[in-house]
């Protein structure tokens, strides 16, 4: 081969090898345009290339048509933050707003509500933002609560509005729902007062009204009752202040609310409102718990009579001012009929039980009407039966239905349920309650109703136990480590006088109630009268 073909050679050999790594730069995606030649050109002697080979340039990269991009299958973008902006029709308004726009009559004790369509940010619910002003644009002092589960703001005034007025209600621009959405306007509405001479109030439950009070206490925890139409709301929190709020809609008149996670030995103060108008309110204190045993608690029974004696004695215990009340049976004469039950117990003592628990149980004259389902259906029964128990400090309190009669055949598993409790308890003290006897030398001697519980309260070393029927006082020496009492002389008419038995210690016929004060080893017992004046002390030691 001659210099010169060697030569042509070489320079093929050359432009071969351009083509290829510019081919190759093409298929990787090099160069965004156009690209200057990667070598010199070629010299004319050169053969023409064969048609297969490309021209020496790097194309442009051509992004397909949008028709011809591959799906995407990367997850959705992430919807928008809370915190972001909502369109017009998505930022907070007002669904509703009591007393309405143009009401007149208003109660002069009522609650503003406001009711709106987002859930609100509490923070910017003040009485900056909520404002109740009279015609002198003055705000109205009052305080302000929220219930997120119905998106429900309740202004209630400090003091009772002026009647016969204007008052104006605004809601500012300062409000905004949870996602950080402000109002884009105010709201105002307006409402006329009543005019205590010209519009008499109408009555908030037209058919009958039993204000709130409260049906059972124990050391986290309240059940407060109260009858009025199906729907109430209740407020509540440690004095002085109510920071709570439920609406109970059951759907009948007669409402039994428990006020979740409270505080032992502490108080708390209540309201309960119906249609925006306050039908009652009070405080009480919570039970106290487990290693504080000083308190004091008042027994008496038969006593729902409606008469100067229930009275005198409901003034008694007002002034004694104890922790609770047990009340063992005959609470309601003559037969335990509903409309037996307000004009006989919830009237005579409604200044009392607002404040302070009663623990009834039933008597005979309670079980008449229905076997006791009235008794269960006007007083709160956790265990949804006639006989359950308490507790308060270092002491268990154990309620029993002894009512064996022809009228009412008691639960057969009381007995079993009775004998697990106080098995199971490890009270320093344990007190019982029931209405018939089992040790009286009165009218009433010596009923068989409750003999199989006898030997229990022996074994369990049951320290004293309450009763009624027997319309008279008697204390029992202790029988068998236990203590007897016939309390009886709560108001009804009083028996003959009771005689006396082997196992008396005293006896009396006289209106009366005992007043019990207690310590982790002491419990003291006083039999008062009617007047407060004591006619019968024991002191129990541990």
Not at 500 to 507: E, G, K, L, V, Y
Request: aromatic share 12%.
């Amino acid at each position: 081969m001659s210099s010169k073909q060697g030569k042509r050679a070489s320079q093929c050999w050359q432009y071969w090898i351009v083509h290829l790594l510019i081919l190759i730069l093409a298929a990787c995606g090099g160069g965004g345009g156009a690209s200057a030649p990667l070598g010199p050109s070629p010299a004319p002697e050169l053969p023409i290339a064969p048609q297969a080979i490309p021209p020496v340039s790097t194309p442009s990269v051509i992004a397909p048509p949008p028709s011809l991009m591959p799906v995407s299958r990367a997850p959705s973008p992430p919807t928008l933050p809370p915190f972001r902006p909502l369109p017009e029709s998505r930022v907070p308004s007002v669904a509703a707003v009591s007393p309405g726009n143009g009401a007149t009559g208003v109660d002069l004790q009522t609650q503003i509500r406001v009711t709106f369509d987002k859930p609100i940010d509490l923070t910017t619910l003040t009485t900056a933002t909520l404002i109740v002003a009279g015609p002198d644009q003055i705000g109205v002092p009052g305080s302000i609560s929220y219930d997120p589960s119905s998106q429900t703001a309740l202004f209630t005034p400090s003091r009772p509005l002026s009647p016969g007025t204007v008052y104006q209600g605004t809601l500012t621009r300062g409000i905004k729902d949870v996602f950080k959405n402000y109002f884009t306007i105010g709201y105002d509405w307006r409402f006329t007062t009543l005019d205590n001479e010209k519009d008499p109030p109408a009555p908030i439950c037209p058919e009958r009204t039993r204000p709130p009070y409260l049906a059972f206490v124990t050391p986290t925890s309240a059940t407060v009752a109260w009858e009025c139409t199906p729907e109430g709301t209740i407020e509540w929190g440690a004095a002085p202040n109510v920071a709570y709020r439920f609406d109970d809609l059951v759907g009948w008149r007669k409402h039994f609310v428990t006020l979740p996670g409270l505080l032992p030995n502490t108080r708390y103060v209540y309201r309960v409102s119906v249609g925006g108008r306050v039908l009652g309110e009070g405080s009480f204190q919570t039970a106290k718990g487990a290693g504080d045993n000083q308190f004091n608690f008042v027994a008496f029974a038969d006593s729902g009579v409606k008469s100067s004696d229930q009275l005198a004695l409901a003034a008694l215990v007002k002034k004694l001012d104890p922790s609770f009340v047990i009340v063992p049976g005959d609470v309601v004469y003559e037969d335990g009929y509903d409309p037996e039950y307000d004009p006989r117990y919830f009237f005579p003592y409604q200044d009392l039980i607002r404040q302070i628990p009663f623990f009834p149980v039933a008597g005979d004259h309670d079980v008449v009407a229905d076997d006791g389902a009235t008794f269960l259906a006007n007083f709160f029964h956790p265990t949804g039966k006639l006989y359950y128990e308490f507790h308060w400090g270092e002491t268990d309190f154990f309620a029993l239905d002894s009512t064996l009669t022809r009228y009412h055949k008691y639960d057969p598993g009381q007995l079993a349920w009775f004998q697990e409790a106080i098995s199971q308890s490890a009270a320093r003290w344990k007190i019982v309650y029931f209405h018939h006897p089992p040790y009286s030398s009165g009218l009433f001697g010596n009923l068989p109703n409750m003999k199989d519980f006898v030997p229990l309260f022996e074994k369990y070393h049951v320290d004293v136990v309450f009763t009624g029927h027997a319309h008279d006082y008697e204390r029992t020496v202790p029988i068998n480590g236990v203590t007897y009492f016939v309390t009886g002389g709560g108001g009804a008419y009083l028996t003959q006088s009771p005689g006396i038995s082997p196992f008396t210690a005293h006896s009396q016929s006289v209106h009366h109630l005992i007043s019990a004060s207690m310590t982790s080893d002491a419990l003291t017992l006083q039999a008062l009268d009617e007047n407060g004046v004591s006619f019968d002390s024991v002191v129990i030691q541990k």
